[in-house]
T-cell receptor, first 109, second 108 residues
């Protein structure tokens, strides 16, 4: 029982490059979330998916897209990375309490 | 959306001292959750409060939800070095909104 897994753990991109962050959960949760965490800013919700087949914008969706591939997997895509997207990204799944993955540390140069 | 404000941003205490962090909202909350994040780690769920005036305890941690359901607090009695980390409050309503967190450091 792995909980919530995220890949990759670290990534360095150049401005304008694209990438997809992967997230999977094995707890049969309906809801999944993507957050970014910047120093002093807490966790800010990018997108969430309340159930398979649905996605909704959070606080800071600009520059990101998501796909709820199936009940287990929820991916986050950066189409054209910008230095402002340098952050730590967390995926979470939940019934009501959130279970977080280990995070992806992304640097955009 | 509903925002939750958290104070203080930082708190440095001597081991054995008490610690309190506060979470406030301008609107009535249906619930409040608390999480702890150790340095370099990911947030871990501590507790959820849903009832007006609710008080819950976990060992040295006491959680309160205000009577008007617009504020909450987390109090740690006699802090230990293992309490170091950032404590977040959050409200759940399909989406999630986290406070900015209170970073606790403990001097042995």
């Amino acid at each position: 029982n792995a909980g919530v897994t995220q890949t990759p753990k670290f990534q360095v991109l150049k401005t304008g490059q694209s990438m997809t962050l992967q997230c999977a959960q094995d707890m049969n949760h309906n809801s999944m979330y993507w957050y970014r965490q910047d120093p002093g800013m807490g966790l800010r919700l990018i997108y969430y998916s309340a159930s398979e087949g649905t996605t909704d914008k959070g606080e800071v969706p600009n520059g990101y897209n998501v796909s709820r591939l199936n009940k287990r997997e929820f991916s986050l895509r950066l189409e054209s990375a910008a230095p402002s997207q340098t952050s730590v990204y967390f995926c979470a799944s939940s019934t009501y309490e959130q279970y977080f993955g280990p995070g992806t540390r992304l640097t955009v140069t | 959306g509903q925002q939750v404000m958290q104070i203080p941003q930082y708190q440095h205490v001597q081991e054995g001292e008490d610690f309190t962090t506060y979470c406030n909202s301008s609107t009535t909350l249906s619930n409040i959750q608390w999480y702890k994040q150790r340095p370099g780690g990911h947030p871990v769920f501590l507790i959820q409060l849903v009832k007006s005036g609710e008080v819950k305890k976990q060992k040295r941690l006491t959680f309160q939800f205000g009577e008007a359901k617009k504020n909450s607090s987390l109090h740690i009695t006699a802090t230990q070095t293992t309490d170091v980390g950032t404590y977040f409050c959050a409200r759940y309503n399909n989406d999630m909104r986290f406070g900015a967190g209170t970073r606790l450091t403990v001097k042995p």
